[in-house]
């Protein structure tokens, strides 16, 4: 896939009337939505109903299933996701006519265009520290807008259109379209090389965010004094006249998190910044979620709010979809689902999990995501995966790509072997995967279900045969 290349915007009262593709999608349905909150005449098509089309009908968006060149009607401009080809019968009768067609980040920029824009990206955490930001801000009183990649837990909504002049998005690197968004402060919670079969070299994919600190409508770079990638830029945005704000717990960092320790209810560090100095506590686990909420906390206080308030509302973040998310507690045994799908994801949320296993095992289900990630990180995938007791390893959830051949699930899990031998188990559809858990799992183990794709299945599955007494055959 071709990577986005920023193009200028226009504000969404100049774009007329405008049509989304593929509007039923997570990223497409918030922006849909705040057009027609904004008085915008819109519409939109999806290739399938969903509720997502109802709860935009309800706003005024003219909705379509199905696609057909006619239902473009009067568009003036027309909003595409990632996933809509060129053949697209739409798409196709748009560029015909000579439409303005925008790529879903464009759409997104222009709504930021007026505000103080806060875009927060990196290759993991982007999820977590976007929502912290929205809920820091929120518990400020800053009433930000927001759109991030996951519902909060809290509210199941993953966009607000707010009064203040804050607009928080999640920036997403994997297509370039991170360089897209007109915001004043940019967060980037770490550098590590993915998404390759965008970018192609590692050094080019770092070159993007090398680009991105650089430009022109950026005032503040808030980045990571823990990690090496992250680290690199700080001169580079320094040269560029950009304020730099660095966070974690290197003896440097600006805001600087100590005494970090794991209560079974969440996470807890001293925070210590310039003019301001306390305790940060969260109901969600782990280091790197600490990480997060520093980074969180340093663009609120770009921003301009106050750092006890920001570090108070903090408590009150209680996760987001798919991210070390409760699916149950069953015959003893507790299930946790997962949106992790680069080694060093998987290792970080097998850490987190093992702090509160307590006497029980940790039983780890994976589905590698891409066939280009799987044949990239294999031997990375499978010494993360070694951190668990018990190891499920699926096959390759295709997503956008065509096979690999010699590429398959099988690598991942003979690499875990290699690590952990006669603890790795591999199943190669989803169907399969519930059954051999069951197989495995005992009365105080905590299972995690691991992936980017529909492995966020297994573990309602898992509950519902452990709830009705199923044992192994």
């Known amino acids: 896939m071709a990577l986005i290349e920023p193009i200028d915007l226009l504000p969404v009262t100049e774009l007329g009337a405008v049509h989304f593709i593929a509007v039923g999608g997570a990223g497409m349905s918030p922006i849909a939505a705040m057009y027609a909150q904004l008085g915008v005449p819109v519409s939109g098509s999806d290739q399938a109903d969903s509720p997502v089309l109802a709860q935009l009908a309800a706003l005024g968006v003219r909705t379509f299933v199905g696609h057909d060149a006619g239902q473009l009607g009067a568009a003036d401009t027309v909003i595409v996701s990632s996933a809509v080809r060129g053949t697209n019968p739409e798409l196709a009768e748009a560029r015909r006519r000579g439409l303005r067609v925008w790529h879903r980040s464009a759409g997104l920029g222009a709504l930021m265009l007026g505000r103080r824009g806060v875009a927060i990206t990196g290759t993991h955490g982007k999820t977590t520290t976007s929502a912290m930001t929205a809920v820091l801000l929120a518990g400020a009183g800053a009433d930000p807008s927001y759109v991030v990649g996951s519902p909060l837990s809290a509210t199941g909504r993953a966009d607000h259109l707010g009064a203040g002049e804050a607009f928080v998005v999640e920036a997403d690197e994997s297509d370039g379209s991170f360089r897209q968004y007109p915001a004043e402060v940019v967060v980037i919670t770490n550098i590590e090389a993915d998404h390759l079969d965008n970018w192609g070299t590692a050094e080019r994919y770092a070159s993007g965010f090398a680009e991105l600190v650089s430009a022109d409508h950026v005032r ?136 509160l296993v307590g006497c029980g095992r940790l039983v780890a289900c994976f589905q590698p995501h891409l066939f280009t990630r799987t044949r990239d990180f294999a031997a990375e995938f499978g010494a993360a995966l070694a951190l668990a007791d018990e190891i499920v390893v699926l096959g390759i959830y295709p997503a956008r790509e065509d096979p690999i051949p010699g590429v398959s699930g099988r690598l991942v899990a003979d690499a875990a072997a290699g690590v952990a031998p006669g603890r790795v188990h591999y199943v190669e559809t989803l169907a399969e995967a519930a059954p051999a858990l069951v197989g495995l799992v005992r009365s105080g183990d905590l299972v995690v279900t691991l992936g980017a794709g529909d492995v966020t299945k297994v573990g309602p599955e898992l509950a519902r045969r452990l709830a009705i007494g199923e044992t192994p055959a």
Do not use: W
């Not at 600087?256 to 969600?284: I, K, Y």
């Open 220 to 355: 503040v770079v808030v980045t990571s004094a823990d990690d090496p990638g992250t680290r690199d830029l700080i001169p580079l945005a320094r040269a560029a006249g950009k304020q730099v704000i660095t966070f974690g717990e290197a003896a440097d960092a600006d805001v600087r998190l100590s005494d970090l320790s794991f209560p079974a209810s969440g996470a807890r560090a001293m925070l210590t910044a310039a003019d301001d100095a306390g305790p940060l506590e969260l109901a969600v686990p782990g280091s790197y979620n600490l990480r997060n909420a520093a980074a969180a906390y340093a663009a609120g206080r770009a921003i301009g709010c106050p750092g006890d308030r920001l570090r108070a509302a903090a408590a009150s973040f209680t996760g987001t979809q798919r991210r070390f998310q409760p699916v149950g507690d069953v015959a003893g045994a507790r299930i946790f689902d997962d949106y992790a799908h680069h080694p060093t994801e998987v290792a970080a949320t097998l850490t987190a999990a093992r702090g």
